[in-house]
């Protein structure tokens, strides 16, 4: 069963996932929706908009206004694409015009940017999650929370059901039907029949009982002096009985729920697709836990302060189990599935670091071998769910984490057994990735595919349930987003073989494993498969371009070329003549391998020596020194605008960044802030031997993980650089988010050694050259407070040469033009001044 879209996020289950300044953190795209207060505001917001394509100055001259101008007069590129169900039509999302609303379009070979599509027939073109199976004779989807079918021979679509509760998790069930889950419910809908029906639901409360024992010398006395009290029991009894036989013997009758623990919720859940069996996972519920914090917001509508709900830090996570249990769906009968039977489900993964810690305050530690606390693993992007059932119901897969972030396991249960059976444990003394957990079935044996980075780099297995483990892709390079074909013949897949920083497309024979190279276009790929598999949609983009859709046709026996589809770049974006940055290798002091980085040079470098800016990208596991259109796309016109000044510009992928394996990934663990500077010294000494730089004239800059490298670069390595600009950084990772920093640095409780060397508030002491912090105030990936209390350690340790701006209205990604244009005429003044 191929499910070309999961539910983002799972309606029993949210996990926040504050990523620190992933790629978002520099994004053109908003998480909050802006009111315009009345027209006459609205009209000149459009307006100035389409001012700023117009604006752009006639001689060709970079400015700051036009590079941090609403980012819709580069072109408004295609997000979001796919296919129409059950057709070879292409459709993608466009953001309008001086707007936050996005519309759908659909196109084909001969239509380049295609049309709009009509709100009336959004339904028939749109999903949130699709579903298809070639022994079916329908596709279904969900659209804004309802289901909708077509079928095979007519191309008829219908729709299945309409109502306010919100629908996840469909999957084929029978031949006819649909399974989809609304809350703590399973329930079925005919595609032929219309019939709807509640197959099972589950609720956290403690059973009913029926006949209560006497719990004490009162209940004794008043059951056997007063007559009516045991009149009731018979009832309740009686009651009880004709119920069980009327619920056994009439199936027209829904039973009662299975119930759970009260103090529990759900986090996932999965139904079998022959309906008998559900998989349900649950934990301590959210209302119980000290989930959350509070992050206050100055300026309202109304002219009052906020108080908002954030996540809560890692310093107050606690560890989580998910308990998960297998229910009969006929009887209500449900089994708690154990853990024991994993390998390594209670080693002392941290017992090194327990001792090391307790040997600093002069204690001793003693290995405790208590069970670990496991749980589903979620795929941080929302596009995986970890329980998979094969289509034959005779096994479901899971995916499973320990919460200490060291092992990975894939598993199997045969529900007639009950029992866990370990297919494959990654384990890592840093911590498991939290990408390329990709995992899923063939379609017509019980063989499972898995990505691990066991061997170092993501690579694709195969694992038939009861055999070896096979590796089908071996070498140097990172595998991801894998799709198996309908036929189990071919696995198509993205991978940077040829470079780190370019990413084709590659499909490899199931059986013999002989691969292929489906593009050859130099760039950023990525790609989607039609629904019959004749056809890929491609995203593709380079140094200087955005990305557009490309379409390419499956041929087994040849390679076909890649055939543009939309142009969407604007006019204004490509009458400039950008600097094209070279991609270079930087030799490393302290590890074999080089660091990639780009490199932006003026075009004849001149005989005096030049000022340089080296930038270090955000969320630390991220590529950017790759040979696509950047995330950092205001940085990259940033960048062209200071070689039109004379600067030279270094962005390194500096150790932790992502694509180049797991060695440099994990370099990190327990000491964050210490590679990736020995990578920015060995950055600045390439620049001043290879590139003419005068090594004191050289800053630095950059946000979130950036900024955090500011500060350890300006703190640890004062002479390093001569100026350096901190956006919204990260001062002490003790108050940052759970999932990303105990990943790295374990947990303060646990191990508070790797939080004190990895948190620049605890090396201040180091300022010596200018330094800018810009920090917004609604942030709530990375706190506001992370600056405050920088700026009072600062302040107490009476350092003067530093200076804060704040942005009461922005959150982590900036949104607002204005408020981007203030930020870089400061990053750009500090530069000058001090260069």
């Known amino acids: 069963m191929n499910h070309n879209k999961i539910s983002k996020l799972l309606s029993s289950f949210t996990i926040t996932l504050l990523l620190c300044a992933c790629a978002g953190s520099q994004s053109n795209s908003s998480t909050e929706t802006e009111q315009a207060p009345n027209k006459a505001q609205a009209v000149s917001h459009v307006q100035s908009v389409v001012s700023s394509q117009s604006s752009y100055p006639k001689d060709g001259e970079l400015s700051l206004e036009q590079i941090m101008a609403d980012p819709d007069w580069i072109g408004r590129q295609p997000k979001n694409p796919s296919f129409s169900p059950l057709t070879q039509q292409f459709t993608y999302t466009r953001k309008r015009l001086g707007s936050v609303v996005e519309d759908l379009y659909i196109t084909d070979v001969a239509q380049g940017n295609g049309k709009k599509v009509a709100l009336s027939s959004l339904h028939e073109h749109s999903f949130d999650e699709y579903i298809d199976d070639k022994d079916m004779s329908f596709v279904a989807w969900v659209f804004e929370g309802n289901i909708f079918a077509k079928f095979r021979d007519t191309q008829s679509v219908i729709q299945l059901t309409r109502d306010a509760y919100p629908i996840a998790n469909i999957a084929y069930m029978g031949s006819e039907s649909v399974s989809f889950q609304v809350g703590n419910s399973f329930y079925a809908v005919n595609a032929v029949t219309g019939f709807l029906h509640q197959m099972i639901r589950w609720s956290f409360e403690d059973k009913p009982v029926v006949l209560a024992p006497a719990k004490d010398y009162i209940m004794q006395e008043q059951l056997r002096l007063i007559q009516y009290e045991n009149v009731q029991r018979k009832n309740r009894r009686d009651r009880l009985a004709y119920e069980k036989s009327l619920w056994t013997e009439n199936r027209t009758i829904l039973p009662p729920p299975v119930y759970l623990d009260k103090k529990h919720e759900t986090v996932l859940a999965s139904m079998s697709p022959d309906g008998n069996w559900v998989v349900l996972a649950t934990r301590e519920a959210t209302s119980t836990r000290a989930d959350t914090d509070i992050m206050p917001d100055y300026i309202e509508e109304d002219g009052r302060i906020a108080t908002k709900s954030v996540r809560r830090r890692v310093a107050d996570a606690k560890p989580e189990s998910h308990y998960l249990y297998l229910i009969n769906v006929n009887s209500g009968e449900k089994n708690e599935i154990s853990y024991v039977s994993l390998p390594g489900y209670n080693d002392d993964v941290l017992a090194d670091v327990k001792r090391e810690n307790a040997k600093k305050v002069g204690k001793d530690y003693v290995d405790n071998r208590l069970p670990r606390d496991i749980g589903l693993l979620f795929d941080w992007y929302a596009t995986e ?185 604007s006019k204004a974006f490509l009458s400039i003549d950008w600097v094209t940055p070279s991609i270079i290798t930087i030799p490393s002091s302290h590890v074999n391998e080089p660091i990639y980085a780009r490199l932006y040079t003026p075009e004849n470098l001149a005989a005096e020596k030049r000022r340089a800016v080296v930038f270090n990208h955000g969320a630390g596991y991220l590529q950017n020194a790759h040979m696509g259109w950047s995330n950092y796309f205001r940085e990259f016109m940033f960048h062209s605008l200071l070689v039109s000044k004379g600067y030279v510009v270094l962005d390194m992928d500096y150790r932790a960044s992502a694509g180049y394996g797991r060695e440099w990934r994990t370099a990190i663990y327990r000491h964050m802030g210490k590679p990736e500077i020995e990578d920015n010294v060995d950055g600045v000494n390439w620049l001043v031997e290879h590139a003419n730089v005068d090594r004191q004239r050289i800053g630095t800059y950059g946000g979130s993980y950036g900024g955090f490298l500011t500060f350890m670069a300006l703190f640890t390595e004062p002479e390093l650089y001569q100026a350096g600009a901190a956006l919204r950084p990260v001062s002490d990772w003790a108050h940052y988010n759970f999932p990303y920093t105990s990943n790295i640095l374990n947990t303060p409780s646990v191990d508070p050694i790797a939080y004190e060397r990895s948190s620049p508030i605890y090396f201040a002491e180091g300022l010596r050259k200018p330094l800018l912090i810009n920090a917004p105030m609604v942030d709530d990936n990375v706190f506001f407070v992370d600056v405050v209390r920088l700026v009072q350690r600062l302040i107490e340790l009476e350092k003067q040469n530093f200076e804060t701006a704040i942005y009461p209205v922005e959150p982590h990604g900036f949104v607002q033009p204005s408020s981007w244009l203030d930020e870089y005429r400061r990053i750009f003044k500090l530069f000058e001044e001090n260069l």
């Open 385 to 569: 769910t970890p329980i998979k059932w094969h289509d034959s119901s005779k096994q479901v897969a899971l995916m499973l984490e320990a919460w200490d972030n060291k092992d990975r396991w894939i598993v199997t249960l045969n529900p007639a057994s009950n029992k866990l059976t370990t297919q494959h444990r990654m384990h890592d003394k840093a911590w498991i990735n939290y990408r390329y957990n990709q995992f899923g079935w063939f379609e017509d044996s019980l063989n499972l595919y898995l990505l691990s980075e066991s061997s170092g780099y993501s690579q694709l297995y195969i694992k038939p349930i009861d055999g070896d483990l096979t590796q089908l892709t071996k070498g140097q390079y990172v595998v991801d987003d894998v799709y198996l074909d309908k036929n189990d013949t071919y696995f198509y897949y993205k991978a940077n073989k040829k470079h780190p920083g370019i990413y084709e497309i590659y499909r490899t024979h199931a059986v013999t494993g002989e691969t292929q190279a489906l593009t050859n276009l130099n760039g950023m790929s990525d790609f989607e498969i039609s629904p019959d598999e004749s056809t890929m949609l491609l995203t593709h983009s380079k140094l200087t371009m955005p990305p557009e859709l490309y379409s390419l046709v499956l041929d087994k026996d040849k390679i076909a070329e890649p055939m543009k589809l939309t142009s969407t770049v």
